[in-house]
């Protein structure tokens, strides 16, 4: 994934990328590609065999701690209305589709899989609905708006979200045991493999490194609270209400993926700090490999 974001600056750097490419193929993940393949990743999966409440239910509360938490963390450092937003999405939003489900398969396997599979389709709708908060509180009501105003502009941006409507239709689609007719499986099957490489094609492509030092400690702070804060809260909850084994082992892959690739996409329609974002999702998927391996670690330590 990172040699993937070095290409798209090299790309950028001799001109086979432009700002209006870019624009336009951001778009094109954000409207068309991610909710595509949520919607198919979901609407696959067996939903009745596969739901766990408990999994769910801690990362809900996990998340909704270190979102809490990550705005303080960002009053505290001083930090900007655009900077603020994109730092509190970095510290929650995971990279569930591309980094936790293929990992989940190779640990746990098949099983787990379909497990995760529910357990992404319902906590993306809390994580884009409270990446829109994020983005979008700190820069206060606009001109001659009241908080009501406000308030209802963040309502309508999450109720008319492509990402969250794809993962509803997609639980939908599970839970009514429907079946993808097979032109219709191959189709999705074609393309939904584009999403990921556009999306950090483009990242690479919109890096700048000049910025991305002078953000790399607010960068590290997030991919901390992600990877860290986040996954021990997790974890701890899972513990104390019953998990061990399989589930465990779920959970905390999940909640300890890196910093998705979807937050600059949001960071670049809400009026977040790109920049700021892309290092986030560079730092933190650098640190993943070590992270999610020492909770894999721990875990099996202690016999949960």
Request: charged share 10%.
């Amino acid at each position: 994934m990172f040699l993937v974001v070095v290409v798209g600056v090299a790309l950028r750097r001799y001109g086979f990328l432009d700002a209006a490419f870019i624009d336009a193929a951001n778009s094109l993940v954000y409207y068309i590609l991610l909710p595509a393949l949520l919607f198919h990743e979901i609407g696959g999966t067996d939903f009745g065999r596969a739901f766990s409440g408990p999994l769910v239910a801690g990362g809900y509360a996990a998340t909704v701690a270190t979102f809490l938490l990550a705005f303080l963390v960002s009053r505290a450092l001083g930090l900007g209305p655009s900077e603020t937003g994109t730092f509190v999405q970095g510290s929650f939003r995971a990279n569930l589709a591309y980094v936790g489900l293929p990992i989940v398969f190779s640990a746990v396997g098949p099983s787990g899989l379909r497990k995760a599979g529910i357990f992404l389709g319902l906590i993306v709708p809390l994580l884009n609905g409270l990446s829109i908060v994020a983005l979008m509180v700190p820069h206060g009501a606009g001109k001659g708006e009241g908080i009501a105003t406000t308030a209802l502009r963040i309502a309508r941006q999450i109720a008319t979200n492509p990402i969250i409507l794809a993962c509803l239709a997609g639980i939908a689609w599970s839970v009514l045991k429907l079946r993808f007719p097979g032109m219709v499986d191959r189709t999705f099957r074609l393309l939904t493999p584009a999403t990921l490489p556009l999306a950090l094609l483009c990242l690479g492509g919109s890096f700048s490194f000049e910025r991305a030092r002078k953000g790399f400690a607010v960068a590290a702070i997030a991919a901390f609270l992600k990877g860290g804060v986040l996954t021990g809260i997790g974890i701890a909850l899972y513990r104390w209400m019953g998990l061990s084994g399989e589930d465990m082992r779920i959970g905390a892959i999940m909640l300890g993926c890196p910093t998705a690739v979807v937050t600059y996409v949001m960071a670049a329609r809400l009026r977040g700090d790109t920049d700021l974002a892309g290092t986030i999702v560079i730092v933190s998927t650098a640190a993943s490999a070590v992270t999610i391996t020492g909770w894999l670690f721990l875990l099996r330590a202690l016999g949960w």
